[in-house]
Structure formats: C-alpha cells, structure tokens
T-cell receptor, first 113, second 113 residues
Framework: QKEVEQNSGPLSVPEGAIASLNCTYSDRGSQSFFWYRQYSGKSPELIMFIYSNGDKEDGRFTAQLNKASQYVSLLIRDSQPSDSATYLCAVNMGGTSYDKVIFGPGTSLSVIP | EPEVTQTPSHQVTQMGQEVILRCVPISNHLYFYWYRQILGQKVEFLVSFYNNEISEKSEIFDDQFSVERPDGSNFTLKIRSTKLEDSAMYFC???????????FGPGTRLTVL
C-alpha cells in the first residue's frame, strides 16, 4: 500500500515565526510532489509543486525535496494568522500509476497572533 | 484567472438514487480528476481521465461510478445507486500535463439520506 504520511498536529507557531511541515512517502518511484492548503470547508489550494531534489522558493514558502530519504517539507516564513489552515502533502505515484495522486492526512497549522 | 468550476455546490439525494456531479475544467487543460473527501478524513483519489478515457482509477471507483466528457467543456461523475457512505465532498481537478500541478474546483457536497 503506497502511503503519504504527515504529522497531524496541531502545530502552533507565533506570528512572524517559521512554520515547518514535514511529509514522508513510501513509493520510491514517485515523481511529483505538491503542497496544498485547505481551509475548513473549502477545497485544496495549490501552494507549491516540486519535482527536483533540493529547494524551491516562492514568496514566503519554501519546499524541500529529498528523494533519497523520501521526504518533502514545507517552510513558511513570517507566518501570519491567515496561514492557519490544514496543509496537505500530495505525491504523484511513479511507474505505471503516473496519473494517480495520493494525499497525506494533512497537518493542522495554527498561527497565534 | 482561469478556474475549475463545479455544480451543484450541494446535492441532497435519497439512497439508491443516481446523481451526476458536473465540472468545467480549466479550458486548456487536458487531464481531469475526481477526488472525494469524507468529513474529517483525507482527500482520496477516485479517477483520472485523459484523451476521453480513464487513465487511472482507485479501488473506491467501482462499477457504480462512471465518468464522462460529454462535450468540449464539461466533465461529469455519475454515481449510479448512491449509498449512505457516498456522502462526502467531491472535488474535480484539472492539469495541463501529466504529473503537473492540479487545480481544484470548489467541490460538491453530496449528502445521501
């Protein structure tokens, strides 16, 4: 069974701090990795997409991918109360399942003013 | 900015009835997806669709489910005989290319009584 795992949280950080969210995946052949933000009752909103080892930065967000360790993370700098949401890690499966995306259970983030 | 749209936003049906959920993907996208999210649980992949055929489906997507692209813009999910456990949010997503970013619609909340 191919899995994506995340700490469920809740993760609480003070406003202005760095929030660090982690995700591991079981399928070594996975190709693409996504971070989505989901507010309660809303649909997932894409924040980051990464497919190469290393870091990818977009504004206050940095995604880090380490395929050897099967690990992907998301850093949120200068956290704001509006960042309070559930963050979903999603992984595009490898091999013949190239069109299947598996989501992790999500990490709930609370940014305290 | 282009976005995925879904109708209806909320569908209430009786157990055993057929429902059709509708989606209009982003216009230049070629890959289409359905996901569901039972309340309080993770987002689950149902099916992917490309070039007028299913490219991948999960074990959830059994014979009671079907998908169709009836014209150049709509993408539908049909549930033939709904069960209580089909109650969930159903999200449509689209992507420009395989393994690329998937953009989600706002979802349809299906309630089976």
């Amino acid at each position: 069974q191919k899995e994506v795992e995340q700490n469920s949280g809740p993760l609480s950080v003070p406003e202005g701090a760095i929030a660090s969210l982690n995700c591991t995946y079981s399928d070594r052949g996975s190709q693409s990795f996504f971070w989505y933000r989901q507010y309660s009752g809303k649909s997932p909103e894409l924040i980051m997409f990464i497919y190469s080892n290393g870091d990818k930065e977009d504004g206050r967000f940095t995604a880090q991918l380490n395929k050897a360790s099967q690990y992907v993370s998301l850093l949120i700098r200068d956290s704001q109360p509006s960042d309070s949401a559930t963050y979903l890690c999603a992984v595009n499966m490898g091999g013949t399942s190239y069109d299947k995306v598996i989501f992790g259970p999500g990490t709930s983030l609370s940014v305290i003013p | 900015e282009p976005e995925v749209t879904q109708t209806p936003s909320h569908q209430v049906t009786q157990m055993g009835q057929e429902v059709i959920l509708r989606c209009v993907p982003i216009s230049n996208h070629l890959y289409f997806y359905w996901y569901r999210q039972i309340l309080g649980q993770k987002v689950e992949f149902l099916v992917s669709f490309y070039n007028n055929e299913i490219s991948e489906k999960s074990e959830i997507f059994d014979d009671q489910f079907s998908v169709e692209r009836p014209d150049g813009s709509n993408f539908t999910l049909k549930i033939r005989s709904t069960k209580l456990e089909d109650s969930a949010m159903y999200f449509c997503a689209s992507s420009e290319a395989k393994r690329n970013e998937q953009f989600f619609g706002p979802g349809t909340r299906l309630t089976v009584l």
